[in-house]
């Protein structure tokens, strides 16, 4: 089966704003007096290759301005690769913040029906659904109130029931995964349970690197726009981890190292450790390696073992439990 | 699907793009119409008004050029009016509209061209069910003839091309320019005052003659003017040179789009 969606060496540069004037009569006054520059141009994602298969649910993990969101917004076909090529295969929900699309001054009905067709639903269908999206967000009763009516929550449940009642091929997840009041978050986490078990391909980019590994099978780790992991979820948030520990602890010199570890899952003291460094896999049990980069136990800093529990026996994953310092 | 290259022509794209021209005028004319017991007919009070004030001013001065009937002035300006006041308003109105619809189309895939398309649209539903009428009864009541009714469809069109034309253009470069309102608006006073809508030609300089005819909306005007009372229509090659303009207006505005829609995600 051919992949759903495929990024070949995909690049984008954007206008940067910071030197950009906004100004007709500037510009003008520039042009004259041959000041006139070009703008500048930033790369803010660099040759990127990607191929999803149907039916994988992917986590995008990564910095603020790491290129997350532009990467989604490429794959949605908002922005066009500048280099490269981008092919999908099938229809694509996108759920980046949700309600963007609301006239405030018209009623919900008009909303779910305009929203819709910005969508790509028809008016027909959307017409059928209306009573289904207005009970699933509990806004039965405000459906003929202009939107400005609603509150904030109200407005965000009201996107979520519209995005997710038509079932697409692809859906695109952007930290939009708690909306509203507690009952209805759960509700929400139930709807997109429901999609995880079925063939639908979900990208999510999300902040909570345990939503991350609890539900997506594959990681995608980016940095200042370029793809350095593309794998397994768990290594992806290790490698994230990591960098960002390198980041806090400062000083690049020392080195920190993350502990991958744990092939044996079921032990909470696992016999074998991995350590990403230098950008390979070193397993740490090797003490003459250990010994060369001047380490020993006490480097070892806990991030996270609770999850350590949630393995099952015998599974054969890497799983973040610490960092080295040398 | 590829985004690689432009977005395919295809029968599915061609009917996404009209069905979101019309849900976006649709949504327009709602919100423009709320709460108004005039409705769309509001849309001729504002050149009926103007006609009126202009014939109280100017009317007497200049009547003689309209073979000294007053009616005759009265009929002038208000076809005049009418031309300049949809060009003016719906290109000012699709000036601003890819700007204000920036965080949705940063959200969900839409050709950034609807917007400022679906303006015109919106302003010419409201020219359809307001102001042609009136202009068709002009032309049948003046000239007994139904082929001239025919005929208004040349200048029709071509107020139509040279309005999408500006609007795509002015639209298009306020993402670049924040400051185009302030100029456009000098720019529509400019073709408002040179085109012979409230004064008659024959005032105009003739050195300065050359620019009324160049000018699109004045000759789309004198079209009109001439096929709904005119002694005889104008002949077809007249009219030919009007469609003619209004296409190179398209076109311009056209390219203009096409060129700033490159970078314009990147400003939105």
């Not at chain 1, 660099?46 to 301005?65: H, T």
């Not at chain 1, 993350?258 to 079921?266: D, T, V």
Request: charged share 20%.
């Amino acid at each position: 089966m051919p992949p759903v969606i495929t990024l070949r060496d995909v690049s984008l540069w954007r206008r940067t704003q910071e030197e950009f004037h906004y100004d007709f009569k500037r510009f003008i006054f520039n042009l004259v007096r041959g000041r006139h520059r070009k703008p500048n141009r930033r790369r803010v994602l660099d040759a990127i290759n990607l191929v999803v298969q149907r039916g994988e649910k992917i986590g995008i993990i990564g910095e603020n301005g790491s290129g997350k969101t532009t990467l989604l917004k490429v794959i949605c076909g908002i922005l066009t690769p500048t280099k490269g090529s981008m092919t999908t295969a099938g229809s694509i929900a996108p759920l980046i913040e949700l309600g963007a699309g609301f006239d405030p001054q018209l009623s919900l009905v008009d909303n779910i029906i305009y929203y819709g067709l910005l969508l790509g639903v028809e008016r027909r269908r959307m017409r059928e659904h209306l009573d289904s999206i207005l009970n699933f967000a509990e806004l039965q009763e405000y459906r003929d109130e202009p939107v400005k009516t609603l509150s904030s929550g109200m407005t965000a449940r009201l996107g979520f029931a519209i995005a997710t009642e038509f079932r697409s091929d692809i859906l695109i997840l952007d930290e939009v995964l708690a909306v509203g009041d507690e009952a209805f978050a759960r509700k929400c986490r139930e709807r997109i349970d429901q999609l995880w078990d079925e063939d639908v391909t979900i990208l999510v980019v999300s902040h909570n690197l345990d939503f991350i590994l609890n539900s997506c099978s594959r990681g995608i780790l980016l940095e200042k726009g370029t793809l350095i992991h593309d794998g397994l979820a768990h290594e992806a948030v290790l490698r994230y981890k990591t960098r960002v520990e390198a980041q806090r602890l400062g000083d690049p010199s020392r080195s920190p190292i993350l502990l991958i570890a744990a092939l044996h899952a079921n032990s909470k003291y696992a016999d074998r450790y991995y350590a990403y460094f230098d950008g390979r896999r070193h397993l740490i049990s090797d003490q003459d390696w250990m010994r060369q980069n001047r380490l020993d136990d006490a480097d070892v800093v806990r991030l996270d073992d609770t999850a350590l529990d949630q393995i099952p026996e015998g599974e054969q994953v890497g799983y973040p439990t610490g960092v080295f310092r040398s | 699907m590829s985004t690689a290259l432009a977005p395919a022509v295809n029968g599915a794209n061609v009917r996404r793009y009209v069905e979101l021209v019309q849900t976006i005028a649709e949504r327009n004319i709602k919100g423009r119409y709320r709460g108004s017991v005039l409705g769309v007919f509001w849309s001729l009070s504002n050149p009926i008004i103007m006609t009126g004030v202009y014939t109280l001013i100017f009317g007497t001065a200049f009547s003689s050029y309209y073979g000294g009937s007053i009616l005759n002035y009265v009929l002038a300006v208000f076809m005049g009016l009418v031309v300049v006041t949809f060009f003016s308003q719906a290109s000012s109105q699709a000036l601003t509209s890819v700007v204000a619809n920036g965080s949705l189309v940063n959200k969900i895939r839409i050709p950034l061209s609807v917007f400022p398309i679906s303006i015109v649209v919106a302003n010419l539903f409201q020219f359809l069910v307001g102001v042609l009428p009136v202009i068709v009864f002009v032309t049948l009541f003046a000239s007994h003839s139904l082929e001239r009714v025919l005929l208004l469809i040349a200048p029709a069109i071509a107020l139509l091309l040279v309005t999408v034309g500006a609007s795509l253009a002015t639209s298009a470069l306020f993402v670049f320019f924040r400051d185009l309102p302030y100029i456009y608006e000098l720019v529509v006073f400019v073709i408002w005052m040179t085109s012979p809508i409230f004064y008659p030609e024959e005032i105009v300089p003739p050195k300065l003659r050359i620019w009324v005819h160049i000018n699109p909306i004045s000759a789309i005007a004198d079209d009109i003017r001439k096929i709904a009372f005119g002694v005889s229509p104008p002949p077809l090659h007249v009219l030919g040179a009007t469609v003619l303009l209004g296409v190179l207006a398209a076109a311009i505005g056209v390219g203009i789009f096409l060129f700033a829609q490159r970078s314009a995600m990147d400003l939105l």
